[in-house]
Structure formats: C-alpha cells, structure tokens
C-alpha cells in the first residue's frame, strides 16, 4: 500500500467535525432526558458526562474500529501490524488522550509520515485506513 491508500488530514478533518456534532447531540439529548426526570443523582449525570466527552471515542474505536465520524467517512483505526483488527481498549484509550492533548500538532504529521500517521496515532500503534468493502 501507498501512501493514497490511507486517508489524509482533511478526510480525518472531516470525521472529527461530524463527531464533534454528535458529541453535542449526545449532550442535548442528555440534558433534555435528565431536564425531563426527576431527582437524577448526580452520580448518574457525571457518569453520562464521562461516557460522552471521555469514552465515546475510544469505546467505539476498540470495539466498532472508529467512531460515528469515521464510519460516515468510509474509514477505519486499526492495529498497525495487522490492518484487520481493531485497537485494543487500553491503547484506543491511548491513542484519545494524546490526540487530545496535542489537537491540530498530531495531524500535521500525517503528510509526512509513513502510512499517513499522525503522533497519536505512532504512539498508539494504530493506522487510519479507508474500510474496504466485502464484495
């Protein structure tokens, strides 16, 4: 595989933003349910708040091999030594905090790095590939 194989920045550009929307249709919809019952602990908002903002992405990475963002755009995280699996938790986990932490600095790695990686993604071990399609 070449370097057209994997996608670029403006594809993953593009999957963040779709991910941020549904990040915040999560967040509405959670506040609209708990608006709408009564006496919520507050445990089960922080846990609500958790799994939004903290575990959507590497929850769906490890277990779907990439977020909602990734599925509408046709790609995929996988392991790096072998394409077909998904990241294992711990180091989808991983790979969200320094993506996190380092924003917009990680992606401008990925034109220059092999298989389109960005540092989140050396760090973690994992590459973005587009999903092929089982004819």
């Known amino acids: ?3 057209q194989d994997y996608p670029g920045v ?7 933003i779709m991910d941020t929307i549904v990040l915040l249709i999560f967040m509405t919809l959670a ?9 919520v602990p507050d445990k089960a908002r922080f846990f609500v708040f958790v ?13 779907l091999g990439g977020t909602l963002g990734h599925f ?6 996988r392991n790096h030594k072998d394409e077909q699996k998904n990241l294992i938790l711990p180091l989808a986990i991983v790979r969200f905090i320094f993506k996190t ?3 917009w600095i990680s992606l401008l790695t ?7 990686k960005a540092i989140h993604d050396m760090i973690a071990q ?7 399609k089982e004819i």
């Open 1 to 3: 595989m070449n370097n």
């Open 72 to 77: 509408v755009m046709g790609i995929r995280i």
């Open 31 to 39: 506040t609209f349910i708990f608006s709408k019952l009564s006496d």
């Open 101 to 103: 932490a380092l924003g």
């Open 126 to 132: 994992s590459v973005v590939v587009y999903n092929k």
């Open 10 to 16: 403006s594809v993953r550009v593009k999957a963040l």
């Open 110 to 116: 990925v034109m220059g790095s092999d298989k389109g």
């Open 51 to 63: 799994f939004i903002f903290l575990l959507y992405d590497p929850l769906f990475t490890s277990f």
